[in-house]
């Protein structure tokens, strides 16, 4: 199982930005989707996740700015941001919580993807 992100950038505060993450492997059902970021110097935190029921969550600093979707044909999920001000800049990670194949065997687990570079300008 892989998890691959895409859609990071530089752009000027005000801007907007889509990011993307794509699982792929012997998927049998995913779970939660989210996105973490991770600034220079900081802990990791948790922006947004969505479940398979479409409930989403929000980190208070990014809500009616920041929004999350997901694709289930495509295993997909993006964020799009608008309103992207200096302090979103950081290393945006995609996360599944999914549930694969290997051999006979069923497994749930958390996978990462490789993270994507924000960075928002003044």
């Known amino acids: 199982v892989q998890l691959q992100a895409s859609g990071g950038g530089l752009v000027q505060a005000g801007g907007s930005l889509r990011l993307s993450c794509a699982a792929s492997?012997?998927?049998?059902?995913?779970?939660?989707m989210g996105w973490y970021r991770q600034a220079p110097g900081k802990q990791r935190e948790l922006v947004a996740t969505i479940t398979n029921s479409i409930t989403t969550n929000y980190v208070d600093s990014v809500k009616g700015r920041f929004t999350i979707s997901r694709d289930n044909l495509k295993n997909t999920v993006y964020l799009q941001m608008n309103g992207l001000k200096p302090e979103d800049t950081a290393v945006y990670y995609c996360n599944s919580r999914l549930t694969y194949r290997e051999g006979i065997g069923y497994y749930t687990n958390d996978f990462w993807g490789q993270g994507t570079l924000v960075t928002v300008s003044s």
């Open positions: 492997g012997s998927i049998v059902n995913i779970n939660a």
